[in-house]
Structures are given as C-alpha cells and as structure tokens.
C-alpha cells in the first residue's frame, strides 16, 4: 500500500484565520487524492476530490470558497480552511487513491486535527 | 436510503470472542468491498478488501460479501484487546462509499 503523510498532525488556531494542511504521498505518484473531514464518533464525510492539475471536485454542501484545495504535484495536495471558525473544528484526512490496478484502494494519511477557538 | 449502512454500535466483547461486523448496501453497481479499521485519532487502514461475492481469510479476519443479498461481513476469530478500533467498510464502483464505522472493544 501507500505511504501517506499528513502535516501538521495538529493544529490550533483563532477564529477568522486561515490554516494549510497538507498532505504528502511518500512512495508512489498520486494523480487522485481525497479529503474527507471526520467529527467525533461519525464516520468520514467527503469534502472533495483533488486531481493533480486540475480544479478539485467538490461535494454539495462544501464550500469550495472556504476549503480552498490544491494539488500541484503527483505527490502533494493542500487544504487550506480560509477564515476558520470553531465549526470548522475537526479531524481532516486525506487519502490517495491506488494505482494502475488498484484504483479500488485507499490509502488514508494519519489525519489533522483542527481546533478553532 | 444510504448507499451503505453500518451499525455504529458499539460493540462490547470478552478477549477470545468472535465478533462479526456487517455492513448492507443499495447500489448493485458496486465491485469492491473494503473494510478499514481506525484507532482513534487516527486514519483509517485497510484491513481487506474482496471482489465480487465468496470468502476471503487473512490470518484472524475473514470478509465475506453476499452480492445477492447486498450484504458484507467482517469476522475477527480470537479477538484481542488490540482489536478494540473503529471498524468501516466501504464499497467502490465509480465512487467510494463508507459505512458509519462500528466501535468495538474487546476486553481482556
């Protein structure tokens, strides 16, 4: 499987700022990378889906506004939470998605927490 | 109707049980059935996945998928404490698909 990293693990920061998260794959090429935000106890939720090169594909209900995504690289993707508030409180992770034949595979990165005070 | 439904639980059993997960789902289209496992604060693993219906066992885990029945299952044989997570199963065709996840604790 792949190696996925996340940066930074966790993260606190004022209401009305914004926080970059980012999100590494260390072993392979990832054109397909995905971010999902988890709130305690709930399952994943999709946020969006980041193809390198191109603008991300959201989800209905995610502002592409305030979850700005990018992915400059086959091995580096971006979230970035503009002007956060303390809904925006969560734990964001990122996957990418297997290649040639495993495409059916995820491979999750440890996560970010984020607390908006 | 969720494409995917999970009981969230939680599960609660003695070290030694087996302990069975199961998930349903609507969409016939997919092809891939996944079970990731998550320690809290952090990202999920892949446990195993299948394709198509039958059996699959690595070591203490078996997945099962029922493509008639829209039904997949997940049996952990001689549960440890270290099994204690939340368990999701997922499921892909064009898209990706996760369950609620199940919390299980297994105590020793």
């Known amino acids: 499987g792949a190696v996925v990293s996340q940066h930074p693990s966790w993260v606190i920061c004022k209401s009305g700022t914004s926080v970059k998260i980012e999100c590494r794959s260390l072993?392979?090429?990832?054109?397909?990378m995905f971010w999902y935000r988890q709130f305690p106890k709930q399952s994943l939720m999709l946020m969006a889906t980041?193809?390198?090169?191109?603008?991300?594909?959201?989800e209905q209900g995610v502002e592409k506004d305030k979850f700005l995504i990018n992915h400059a690289s086959l091995t580096l993707s971006t979230l970035t939470v503009t002007s956060a508030h303390p809904e925006d409180s969560s734990f964001y992770i990122c996957?990418?998605?297997?290649?040639?034949?495993?495409?059916?595979?995820?491979?999750f990165g440890p996560g970010t927490r984020l607390t908006v005070t | 109707q969720k494409e995917v439904e999970q009981d969230p639980g939680p599960l609660s059993v003695p070290e030694g049980a087996i302990v069975s997960l199961n998930c349903t789902y609507s969409n016939s289209a997919f092809q891939y059935f996944m079970w990731y496992r998550q320690y809290s604060r952090k990202g999920p693993e892949l446990l195993m996945y299948t394709y198509s219906s039958g059996n699959k066992e690595d070591g203490r885990f078996t997945a099962q998928v029922d493509k008639s029945s829209k039904y997949i299952s997940l049996f952990i044989r001689d549960s440890q404490p270290s099994d204690s997570a939340t368990y999701l199963c997922?499921?892909?065709?064009?898209?990706?698909?996760f369950g609620t996840g199940t919390s299980l604790t297994v105590i020793p």
């Open positions: 996957s990418v998605r297997g290649d040639r034949d495993r495409t059916y595979e995820q491979y």
């Open positions: 997922a499921m892909s065709g064009n898209q990706f698909y």
């Open positions: 072993d392979f090429q990832a054109t397909t």
């Open positions: 980041s193809n390198e090169g191109s603008k991300a594909t959201y």
